[in-house]
């Protein structure tokens, strides 16, 4: 399954709101571990992060009771850090009690919605999205309550179901979640880069697939712009978006837009998988259709050559896929006048007695 991951949110700012400031001379111990904690998490130190957090809650727990909202924020932590950590048994069970504990605190209904999350998301990074889904859920329905509804943890929790219903085939549910992430995100200066792209793609597949290449084209256009001002089109979902914006044009008989496009697929396929690789035929075969498709012959014709080579050395001569493209490139050559060459690759077609 081919879906993004959203990190989850440590909480370090909620200690004060929910223990409250401490002069140097006052701070506790448990204080003193939650920084030092703090900052080794931040720097990825984590089995020294660990420790204090530990520690830290052990004294928070007898300082303050163990259903206390101060030992949930550093529950939340810890749990934040094994998930880090690729720790997911150790993890959801820390989220859950900080979610128990947050849901009886109606006056801090933000930190309920960071729990919901980040349990949300441990459980769609492993998967497990029938338990991610009412969570993201419920999310979205206390932030629609109290007023957070247009929030960036809004449109976060939007695309991240959106993923979950695109991923179960419920396209007709995720396109319009999509679309009010994006429409969020496309106000905020700040949003997230890679769940901005991520949702383009997503709903310009889902369009694409729906036939409605009027709505999928700008969806594609702009995925591929933030992906060119990163320097990220090399990336498997680039690249399929560079072929599947391709095949719009083509489709609407707009082939100068699509040579470019297929011309920029080939070049980084060539340099990520060699000249020889039946990825890079399949490219050199749609940019010989194109420049078919506008009567250049010429330039079609090596292209369709080339296909025909890397194929055959890949499947064998007789392999259906290297009849199939010969047979392109004895039109070609009829085209250019050359209809002896022609008819000499029709006979190899023949003799090789496959049944298309």
Same mark, same amino acid.
């Given at each position: 399954?081919?879906?993004?991951?959203?990190?989850?949110?440590?909480?370090?700012?909620?200690?004060?709101? !929910?223990?409250? !400031?401490?002069?140097?001379?006052?701070?506790?111990?448990?204080?003193?571990?939650?920084?030092?904690?703090?900052?080794?998490?931040?720097?990825?130190?984590?089995?020294?992060?660990?420790?204090?957090?530990?520690?830290?809650?052990?004294?928070?727990?007898?300082?303050?009771? @163990?259903?206390?909202?101060?030992?949930?924020?550093?529950?939340?932590?810890?749990?934040?850090?094994?998930?880090?950590?690729?720790? =997911?048994?150790?993890?959801?069970?820390?989220?859950?009690?900080?979610?128990?504990?947050?849901?009886?605190?109606?006056?801090?209904?933000?930190?309920?919605?960071?729990?919901?999350?980040?349990?949300?998301?441990?459980?769609?990074?492993?998967?497990?999205?029938?338990?991610?889904?009412?969570?993201?859920? /419920?999310?979205?329905?206390?932030? %629609?309550?109290?007023?957070?509804?247009?929030?960036?943890?809004?449109?976060?929790?939007?695309?991240?179901?959106?993923?979950?219903?695109?991923?179960?085939?419920?396209? @007709?549910?995720?396109?319009?979640?999509? @679309? /009010?992430?994006?429409?969020?995100?496309?106000?905020?200066?700040?949003?997230?880069?890679?769940?901005?792209?991520?949702?383009?793609?997503?709903?310009?597949?889902?369009?694409?697939?729906?036939?409605?290449?009027?709505?999928?084209?700008?969806?594609?256009?702009? @995925?591929?712009?933030?992906?060119?001002?990163?320097?990220?089109?090399?990336?498997?979902?680039?690249?399929?978006?560079?072929?599947?914006?391709?095949?719009? =044009?083509?489709?609407?008989?707009?082939?100068?837009?699509? %040579?470019?496009?297929?011309?920029?697929?080939?070049?980084?396929?060539?340099?990520?998988?060699?000249?020889?690789?039946?990825?890079?035929?399949?490219?050199?075969?749609?940019?010989?259709?194109? =420049?078919?498709?506008?009567?250049?012959?010429?330039?079609?014709?090596?292209?369709?050559?080339?296909?025909?080579?890397?194929?055959?050395?890949?499947?064998?001569?007789?392999?259906?896929?290297?009849?199939?493209?010969?047979?392109?490139?004895?039109?070609?050559?009829?085209?250019?006048?050359?209809?002896?060459?022609?008819?000499?690759?029709?006979?190899?077609?023949?003799?090789?007695?496959?049944?298309?």
């Amino acid at each position: 399954m081919n879906i993004k991951r959203i990190a989850p949110v440590a909480i370090f700012s909620a200690y004060f709101l !929910v223990s409250g !400031v401490y002069t140097p001379a006052q701070r506790p111990g448990w204080h003193t571990d939650l920084t030092t904690a703090m900052a080794a998490q931040q720097h990825s130190e984590y089995s020294a992060a660990q420790a204090s957090y530990l520690n830290a809650i052990d004294a928070q727990e007898k300082t303050f009771g @163990a259903d206390s909202p101060q030992v949930a924020v550093s529950l939340n932590n810890l749990a934040v850090l094994y998930q880090d950590e690729h720790k =997911y048994a150790q993890a959801e069970p820390l989220y859950k009690r900080a979610l128990a504990i947050w849901e009886k605190q109606s006056d801090q209904p933000a930190l309920t919605v960071s729990a919901l999350n980040n349990l949300a998301t441990l459980y769609h990074d492993e998967d497990m999205d029938a338990s991610a889904e009412p969570l993201y859920t /419920r999310e979205l329905e206390i932030l %629609q309550t109290t007023g957070k509804a247009s929030s960036a943890d809004a449109a976060e929790a939007l695309a991240s179901l959106a993923d979950i219903f695109h991923a179960q085939g419920k396209d @007709a549910a995720a396109a319009p979640l999509y @679309a /009010r992430a994006l429409a969020i995100w496309q106000e905020d200066t700040n949003a997230p880069t890679s769940e901005t792209v991520n949702a383009f793609y997503k709903l310009g597949d889902i369009y694409h697939s729906q036939s409605k290449n009027d709505e999928a084209e700008p969806m594609y256009s702009r @995925a591929l712009a933030i992906w060119e001002n990163t320097n990220s089109l090399e990336s498997a979902q680039a690249i399929a978006t560079l072929d599947n914006l391709a095949d719009i =044009y083509r489709a609407k008989g707009e082939y100068a837009k699509a %040579q470019p496009l297929l011309t920029k697929v080939l070049a980084i396929k060539e340099n990520k998988l060699g000249p020889d690789h039946l990825d890079v035929a399949a490219s050199v075969n749609k940019l010989a259709l194109i =420049y078919y498709c506008e009567g250049q012959y010429d330039a079609a014709e090596p292209l369709y050559r080339r296909a025909v080579e890397i194929r055959a050395k890949n499947l064998g001569p007789k392999d259906p896929a290297v009849l199939q493209t010969m047979e392109l490139y004895a039109a070609v050559l009829r085209q250019e006048g050359r209809k002896q060459d022609a008819r000499n690759i029709e006979l190899q077609v023949s003799s090789a007695n496959v049944t298309f």
